[in-house]
């Protein structure tokens, strides 16, 4: 790759501009991001990152500034409805380097573009709708619409998919079908005031009354994530929301206990694209896979996407790998969702609300209590989370020549 290398991402949205801070900070490759919005999207959504995304914090140089802006949170535990404990783990947050943060992707958002527009080369398209993919052996594009009803071409070296779920560019590889499923529950969020005794996060283990509480913020924001039928539609669920919160909180709570800032009904999915790579494209996150959030595995895999993209990129840069290396990117990543991300996320959910779930429960739970009583075994457990990374630079040519 040359010094002249042009990355074009397409999608503002967390795992695009990480990817895009450590392309631009680390390596000096000049990078355009695209997104069809006007402006960064300021719904909180994800909150919490695992040791793994952090890690790439790290080498995004965002990290110290996160840290700032957010917190490490005390524990996550699972109770039932009447708020009787259950079984918890990370009651003492872990303080290593690595340890997990919250801050809501409302504030992570503009952070990234703060980060990313301080650097030289590098610039957003706000209002850049990509509807369609162009490549040959020198070059991709990507076939724009703006929000003025322009259109137009945009190259680079290579092409990034961050557009998220409905990925104008993964349809343009693949056409609209997403191999997966839409799960038969579907969830709202909520943040709200802070009111119950409840450690950071917690999950309410019920057949019905199933939910999370977890705070979200410093000061005093929390969310609450609950399920609902799959067949409502968005009005049916807002109208529902207060007969829902009544039945499902502790102590009961009317419209006017709570301050209520925003609620979103969200479809659970479980899907992957059958690959990360044609060519001169790539997928990452959302774009490429999907999972529902019950332990946070959505984007914690879809920042592991970046930060083994970033590697395969970089080493492309600096002529430590060719560029078959993001086959190797699409088949390994692709594992890991089908033998981590698909099957670990399935099992959060299940364990909320399913009979059949028993017997996992009650494995998972006995976990949990041989951690708080080994807490090395137990900060063993929380680290495996490490195991979503895969690390490329291993295949550097300098690695290869250094073992020889
Ligand atoms: C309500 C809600 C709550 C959530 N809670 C959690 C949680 O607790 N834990 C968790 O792990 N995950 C959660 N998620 C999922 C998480 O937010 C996503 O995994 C994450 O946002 C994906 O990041 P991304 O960068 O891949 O895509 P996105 O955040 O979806 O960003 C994609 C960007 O691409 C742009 N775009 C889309 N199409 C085009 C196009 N054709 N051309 C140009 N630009 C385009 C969009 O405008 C957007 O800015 C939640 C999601 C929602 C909606």
């Given at each position: 790759m040359s010094l002249a290398t042009i990355v074009v991402i397409v999608g503002a949205g967390p795992s695009g501009l990480l990817l895009a801070v450590m392309l631009a900070r680390n390596k000096g490759i000049k990078v355009t991001i695209l997104d069809?919005?006007?402006?960064?999207?300021?719904?909180?959504r994800a909150a919490h990152y695992a040791p793994s995304a952090v890690y790439d914090f790290h080498r995004a140089g965002i990290l110290d500034d996160v840290r700032k802006q957010g917190f490490t949170p005390k524990g996550v535990c699972w109770r039932r409805k009447d708020t009787t404990f259950l079984a918890g783990m990370g009651r003492e947050p872990e303080q290593s380097q690595y340890a997990m943060v919250v801050l809501p992707l409302d504030r992570l958002g503009p952070l990234l573009v703060r980060h990313f527009e301080s650097l030289p080369n590098t610039q957003i398209l706000w209002g850049h709708k990509v509807v369609g993919i162009e490549q040959d052996e020198k070059e991709a594009r990507v076939v724009v619409q703006t929000s003025d009803g322009e259109s137009k071409k945009i190259g680079g070296d290579y092409v990034v998919g961050a557009d998220g779920a409905s990925s104008g560019v993964r349809q343009a590889l693949f056409g609209r079908e997403y191999p997966g499923e839409t799960l038969d529950k579907q969830i709202v969020y909520l943040p709200f005031d802070e009111k119950f005794d409840y450690w950071d996060s917690n999950f309410i283990v019920h057949p019905t009354d199933w939910y999370m509480a977890a705070k979200i913020t410093t000061d005093g924001l929390w969310r609450v994530t609950y399920g609902d039928d799959a067949n409502l539609t968005r009005e049916e669920i807002v109208e529902r929301q207060p007969m829902r919160y009544e039945q499902i909180l502790p102590g009961n709570p009317k419209p006017g206990d709570y301050k209520l800032i925003s609620m979103n009904p969200y479809k659970l999915q479980q899907r992957c694209a059958p690959s990360f790579r044609v060519g001169r494209v790539v997928l990452v996150a959302d774009a490429a896979h999907l999972c529902n959030p019950f332990g946070g595995l959505g984007l914690t895999g879809g920042f592991a996407d970046v930060g083994s993209l970033y590697d395969c990129l970089a080493g492309i840069h600096d002529d430590e790998l060719d560029d078959s290396i993001l086959d190797k990117y699409s088949e390994i990543r692709i594992k890991i969702w089908r033998e981590m991300i698909d099957p670990l996320s399935r099992a959060n959910f299940h364990r909320l609300w399913d009979e059949n779930a028993k017997k996992e429960r009650e494995e998972f739970f006995a976990m949990c209590e041989k951690a708080l009583d080994d807490p090395l075994w137990g900060k063993g457990v929380a680290e495996s989370?490490?195991?979503?990374r895969h690390d490329f630079t291993q295949y550097y040519k300098s690695k290869a020549k250094a073992t020889e």
């Amino acid at each position: 790759m040359s010094l002249a290398t042009i990355v074009v991402i397409v999608g503002a949205g967390p795992s695009g501009l990480l990817l895009a801070v450590m392309l631009a900070r680390n390596k000096g490759i000049k990078v355009t991001i695209l997104d069809a919005d006007t402006k960064i999207n300021d719904n909180p959504r994800a909150a919490h990152y695992a040791p793994s995304a952090v890690y790439d914090f790290h080498r995004a140089g965002i990290l110290d500034d996160v840290r700032k802006q957010g917190f490490t949170p005390k524990g996550v535990c699972w109770r039932r409805k009447d708020t009787t404990f259950l079984a918890g783990m990370g009651r003492e947050p872990e303080q290593s380097q690595y340890a997990m943060v919250v801050l809501p992707l409302d504030r992570l958002g503009p952070l990234l573009v703060r980060h990313f527009e301080s650097l030289p080369n590098t610039q957003i398209l706000w209002g850049h709708k990509v509807v369609g993919i162009e490549q040959d052996e020198k070059e991709a594009r990507v076939v724009v619409q703006t929000s003025d009803g322009e259109s137009k071409k945009i190259g680079g070296d290579y092409v990034v998919g961050a557009d998220g779920a409905s990925s104008g560019v993964r349809q343009a590889l693949f056409g609209r079908e997403y191999p997966g499923e839409t799960l038969d529950k579907q969830i709202v969020y909520l943040p709200f005031d802070e009111k119950f005794d409840y450690w950071d996060s917690n999950f309410i283990v019920h057949p019905t009354d199933w939910y999370m509480a977890a705070k979200i913020t410093t000061d005093g924001l929390w969310r609450v994530t609950y399920g609902d039928d799959a067949n409502l539609t968005r009005e049916e669920i807002v109208e529902r929301q207060p007969m829902r919160y009544e039945q499902i909180l502790p102590g009961n709570p009317k419209p006017g206990d709570y301050k209520l800032i925003s609620m979103n009904p969200y479809k659970l999915q479980q899907r992957c694209a059958p690959s990360f790579r044609v060519g001169r494209v790539v997928l990452v996150a959302d774009a490429a896979h999907l999972c529902n959030p019950f332990g946070g595995l959505g984007l914690t895999g879809g920042f592991a996407d970046v930060g083994s993209l970033y590697d395969c990129l970089a080493g492309i840069h600096d002529d430590e790998l060719d560029d078959s290396i993001l086959d190797k990117y699409s088949e390994i990543r692709i594992k890991i969702w089908r033998e981590m991300i698909d099957p670990l996320s399935r099992a959060n959910f299940h364990r909320l609300w399913d009979e059949n779930a028993k017997k996992e429960r009650e494995e998972f739970f006995a976990m949990c209590e041989k951690a708080l009583d080994d807490p090395l075994w137990g900060k063993g457990v929380a680290e495996s989370v490490h195991s979503v990374r895969h690390d490329f630079t291993q295949y550097y040519k300098s690695k290869a020549k250094a073992t020889e």
